[in-house]
């Protein structure tokens, strides 16, 4: 079938077929038609994401010389009941068939999988650390990646656990590249959307179990950090993958804003064994403590390697501006006025969201602004590196309250001033490197003052606090603090 979603988004797209485990098609934004678009098919339960990259000559618009929207999406289930098709996040097409029973894990699971899972352990380390993310590994290096390659160097064995099918059906197991990190794809046990209707069966859990258990007691010391509320459930069933940390994030309800609720996060923390969290402005932090859970700030933080590409500020004379979500008029409006009252200020801008024609439309009408859309890591760190001030947004302010975001680190890093909305934990740990735009106002003025607030705190800085790898050594010593029952809890 194919057709437009309905709404402010308009997508066009065509979902050619759904059988035999795969589902073909193409998706495109008319607003944006070199956009790369996020496609997710949602079956029974199960979230399959794919990025809508492959060449598609039918779907080729006249005038265009390429079109590069088409997806292939592998969901192995030959038998489903419901499917719902979302792009960006939005649902633009379900359909309930029939009901159909849906088989149990795949036989293959415990066939080649698990045999080139052993063969890679084979010169295993000491220690393994057992990492259930949010996101996959690919394409973003965000917290929970960045952790895991950062916990590699500290000698753990990492087996990064993705939360959505890529690939075939059942264990899917890739080593990276010169690094101690094994991503497992482990498709029929991560649910989309958790909620107490959509329980899993306990034979997948028995089945997981059987899997990995002889793969954990290789190993002389085991941990697990959970990053997600779609593994709940495995958590409350895997005690042998202890300590199990609680990760508690921002982004830690983004599968299902609606349903992660304080109380469900509340239970999910009282089966864990000890929580890290990014700020101290966290809903329910104060609840943990009284359960009597050991917690401790593991902040974000950044790579060593950004450092080299920053050059000497005069030699910068750009702004970077970035927005977490352009959906929200009130979050975003002040760096718009900014920009607006300032043509002549060279500026790049980034972020994604249903406000995004309102930035493309602005950058065709300033000559000096460029609007790059979702930009990957790499590319936002060299946008930053050329730029003399960093401007960042969020939604609203009760967002802006919890974040502890991995760009403002890296701006700081990089040489770059900081402005943005409050953020209590990050001025804590940035000092007068970051500036906060009050009442949401910008001007060159308060540049100046930030500049030169930026250039006596820096000096007084240890920047190699804020690595990934000082990082890594506080969640380590958390782990080894849990490992230890008498020990006094750590506090932030």
């Known amino acids: 079938m194919s057709g437009s979603s309905p709404g402010l988004s308009q997508y066009e797209f065509s979902l050619d077929s759904v059988r035999a485990g795969v589902a073909t098609g193409w998706v495109r934004d008319p607003r944006s038609l070199s956009r790369q678009l996020a496609v997710t098919l949602v079956i029974d339960g199960q979230a399959f994401t794919d990025i809508a990259n492959i060449r598609r000559p039918d779907a080729l618009l006249p005038g265009r010389e390429q079109a590069d929207c088409g997806f292939a999406i592998h969901f192995g289930l030959p038998q489903f009941s419901s499917l719902a098709f979302f792009v960006d996040g939005q649902c633009v097409f379900s359909e309930h068939a029939a009901p159909a029973q849906v088989p149990g894990p ?47 160097a500290r000698g753990w064995d990492i087996f990064y656990i993705e939360p959505s099918q890529r690939g ?14 094994f991503l497992l794809n482990l498709p029929t046990l991560a649910l989309a959307m958790p909620s107490p209707e959509e329980r899993l069966p306990a034979a997948a859990f028995t089945h997981w179990r059987g899997l990995l258990a002889p793969l954990v007691a290789t190993y002389s010391s085991v941990a697990s950090l959970w990053c997600g509320p779609q593994w709940w459930d495995m958590m409350r069933c895997s005690p042998e993958v202890g300590p199990r940390i609680f990760d508690y994030h921002q982004d830690f ?61 005069q030699q910068r004379p750009y702004i970077f501006g970035a927005a977490t979500s352009l959906a929200r008029r009130d979050g975003v ?60 947004a969020a939604a609203d302010a009760a967002s802006a309250r919890r974040r ?12 770059v001033p900081v402005l943005g909305p409050f953020c209590p934990d990050v001025e804590e740990a940035l000092h007068a490197c970051f500036t906060p735009v009050p009442g949401g106002r910008v001007s060159l003025e308060l540049l100046t003052q930030a500049d030169a607030s930026f250039r006596q705190a820096v000096t007084g800085l240890d920047l190699a606090t804020f690595t990934w790898a000082a990082r890594a050594a506080q969640l380590d010593a958390l782990i080894i603090l849990v490992q230890q029952p008498q020990a006094t809890a750590l506090t932030a």
């Open 168 to 181: 075939a059906p059942g264990i899917r197991v890739e080593q990276v590249e010169n690094e101690r990190i």
């Open 333 to 392: 409006r002040w760096m718009r006025d900014f920009l607006l009252a300032n043509p002549a200020l060279p500026a790049v801008l980034a972020g994604s969201g249903d406000l995004q024609p309102m930035f493309e439309d602005l950058a065709r009408t300033q000559p000096c602004l460029s609007y790059v859309g979702e930009v990957p890591h790499l590319l936002a760190s060299f946008c930053m590196a050329r730029s003399r001030f960093a401007l960042f």
């Open 404 to 415: 502890n975001p991995i760009n403002f680190y890296e701006a700081v890093a990089l040489g």
């Open 253 to 313: 309800s983004r599968p299902a804003p609606d349903r992660v609720t304080p109380k469900r996060i509340l239970q999910g923390m009282a089966t864990a064994d000890a929580v890290s969290f990014t700020s101290a402005s966290l809903p329910v932090l104060a609840q943990a403590r009284e359960l009597g859970k050991r917690c401790s700030q593991v902040r974000n933080g950044y790579a060593e390697p950004i450092g080299q590409f920053a050059g000497p500020a």
């Open 106 to 152: 795949p036989s293959d699971l415990d066939g080649a999988g698990l045999a080139n899972l052993a063969a890679l352990a084979c010169d295993r380390r000491e220690r393994a650390l057992f990492i259930f993310a949010i996101s996959p590994w690919h394409p973003r290096a965000g917290r929970h990646r960045q952790l895991a390659q950062a916990m590699a």
